[in-house]
């Protein structure tokens, strides 16, 4: 089955300890994405890859890093993480061949985190 | 700037009745549009997209959504509204810049009451 699988689907941390959400797709996808969803506020990207060793800052990058040594993986860090940072994550895949607009993209269900 | 726009926070509608969620667009180009609806405690779901060609759009469950170039709408429709097409809806558009993010709206809650 194609799918994105986000791990945890929930954590409770505190301020300051690193963590990472780990993300994998099995639709070998070339675009990944992390994306942080909070009320009145919609998603929001937080970076991108277009593909392996290739990634790029979104809209709200500060706080985040990201690696993408793999095709099929897009972890999520947090190096210290603040209480600003508690949000719902989504993490998303797309197929661009050529790079097209057009393709549809693919979430995980979504990680939430607080941060305490 | 690209942006989408959702006007209504909340949408209710009885069941059988016809629904609307409305979105509205700004983008330079051609727009790539789509909508995902998010059901409690899961992820997004793609429901449909225009990318060009036919200004009415069909989808995933009886949904549509009608492409309007003047109006720089693109709103959800459905005719007849189920209890279960109750979710967040969101609205989004490709971007055209070089990131191709979606930029998404802030979403649009649709409650179909028995």
């Known amino acids: 089955e194609a799918q994105v699988t986000q791990n945890p689907r929930y954590l409770i941390t505190v301020t300051g300890k690193k963590l990472t959400v780990t993300c994998s797709q099995n639709?070998?996808?070339?675009?990944m994405s992390w994306y942080r969803q909070d009320p009145g506020l919609g998603l929001r990207q937080i970076y991108y890859?277009?593909?392996?060793?290739?990634?790029d800052k979104g809209d709200v990058p500060e706080g985040y890093k990201v690696s993408r040594k793999e095709k099929r993986n897009f972890p999520l860090i947090l190096e210290s993480p603040s209480p600003n940072q508690t949000s719902l994550y989504f993490c998303?895949?797309?197929?661009?061949?050529?790079?097209?607009?057009?393709?549809?993209?693919?979430f995980g269900q979504g990680t939430r985190l607080t941060v305490v | 700037a690209q942006s989408v726009a959702q006007p209504e926070d909340q949408v209710n509608v009885a069941e059988g009745n016809p629904l609307t969620v409305k979105c509205t667009y700004s983008?330079?180009?051609?727009?790539?549009l789509f909508w995902y609806v998010q059901y409690p405690n899961r992820g997004l779901q793609f429901l449909l997209k225009?990318?060009?060609?036919?200004?009415l759009v069909k989808g995933s469950y009886g949904f549509e959504a009608e492409f309007n170039k003047s109006q720089t709408s693109f709103h959800l429709k459905k005719p007849s509204a189920l209890v279960s097409d109750s979710a967040l809806y969101f609205c989004?558009?490709?971007?055209?810049?070089?990131?191709?993010?979606?930029?998404f709206g802030t979403g649009t809650r649709l409650k179909v009451l028995a």
């Open positions: 983008v330079s180009g051609n727009p790539y």
């Open positions: 998303a895949s797309s197929h661009e061949g050529g790079v097209n607009r057009n393709t549809e993209a693919f």
């Open positions: 890859s277009m593909n392996v060793e290739v990634t």
């Open positions: 225009y990318i060009t060609g036919d200004n």
């Open positions: 989004a558009v490709r971007d055209s810049s070089g990131t191709y993010k979606y930029i």
């Open positions: 639709m070998n996808h070339e675009y």
